[in-house]
T-cell receptor
Framework: QKEVEQNSGPLSVPEGAIASLNCTYSDRGSQSFFWYRQYSGKSPELIMSIYSNGDKEDGRFTAQLNKASQYVSLLIRDSQPSDSATYLCAAYSWGKLQFGAGTQVVVTP | GAVVSQHPSRVICKSGTSVKIECRSLDFQATTMFWYRQFPKKSLMLMATSNEGSKATYEQGVEKDKFLINHASLTLSTLTVTSAHPEDSSFYIC????????????FGPGTRLTVL
C-alpha cells in the first residue's frame, strides 16, 4: 500500500468551474499535509498547507482535511487555463514528505 | 520568502565525468534538505535526506558512493553525481525544510542533467 494515494487523472475541468482533487494517506500519525502544483518540466511549488481538521482557504484554493477518514482534498474555484498542471498531495510522515503520484488537471477554455 | 535556488539549471556532460549540483536556501535556514530525481511523466523519487553537519541518509536502492551529498551549512547542500552515465540523465530537484517547525518544504527549480 502506498503511503499517499491520488487519482492520476487527467481531470478535465471547464474554465470557470471547480476542480476537486482527492488524496488519502495511510499513516495515522501524520500531522502535516501539503498540496504542491507542478507544471510540466518544472519543479513543485507549494500552494497549500493544512494541519487541522476542517477547511483552509487561500484565494481560489481550499484545502480540506479529515484526519478520522485520513483524507485530504483540494478545491480550485473559478479554474483557469493557467491551473492546468499536476497537483501533488503530500503527508509528512517518518521525518519526510510522502508524495502521491499526482493528479493531472486540464482546464479547458 | 522561502526561496530555494539551484545551480546549474541545466548541464550536459560526457559519460564518466562528475557533476556537482548546488542547492541554496536564500532567505531561511534549512537544517534539512532533500534530493529528488524525476523521470519524465513520473513521480518524484526521494534520493536522500541531507542534515547539516552530518552524513546524508540515502533511500533504499540509491548508491551513496554514486551520489555524494554534502550539507556544509544551514543554507547549502550539494549533490555530486560521480562517474555519470547516460542512465543518470534525469531532472534533479532539491528541497529545503523550513526550520520553523511546520514541516513546509520548498523546492528549488531543478537541474536537468543530460549525460552523453
Amino acid at each position: 500500500q502506498k503511503e499517499v494515494e491520488q487519482n492520476s487523472g487527467p481531470l478535465s475541468v471547464p474554465e470557470g468551474a471547480i476542480a476537486s482533487l482527492n488524496c488519502t494517506y495511510s499513516d495515522r500519525g501524520s500531522q502535516s499535509f501539503f498540496w504542491y502544483r507542478q507544471y510540466s518540466g518544472k519543479s513543485p511549488e507549494l500552494i497549500m498547507s493544512i494541519y487541522s481538521n476542517g477547511d483552509k482557504e487561500d484565494g481560489r484554493f481550499t484545502a480540506q482535511l479529515n484526519k478520522a477518514s485520513q483524507y485530504v482534498s483540494l478545491l480550485i474555484r473559478d479554474s483557469q487555463p493557467s491551473d492546468s498542471a499536476t497537483y501533488l498531495c503530500a503527508a509528512y510522515s517518518w521525518g519526510k514528505l510522502q508524495f502521491g503520484a499526482g493528479t493531472q488537471v486540464v482546464v479547458t477554455p | 520568502g522561502a526561496v530555494v535556488s539551484q545551480h546549474p539549471s541545466r548541464v550536459i556532460c560526457k559519460s564518466g565525468t562528475s557533476v556537482k549540483i548546488e542547492c541554496r536556501s536564500l532567505d531561511f535556514q534549512a537544517t534539512t534538505m532533500f534530493w529528488y530525481r524525476q523521470f519524465p511523466k513520473k513521480s518524484l523519487m526521494l534520493m536522500a535526506t541531507s542534515n547539516e553537519g552530518s552524513k546524508a541518509t540515502y533511500e533504499q536502492g540509491v548508491e551513496k558512493d554514486k551520489f555524494l551529498i554534502n550539507h556544509a551549512s544551514l543554507t547549502l547542500s550539494t549533490l555530486t553525481v560521480t562517474s555519470a552515465h547516460p542512465e543518470d540523465s534525469s531532472f534533479y530537484i532539491c528541497s529545503a525544510r523550513h526550520s520553523g517547525g511546520l514541516n513546509e518544504q520548498f523546492f528549488g527549480p531543478g537541474t536537468r542533467l543530460t549525460v552523453l
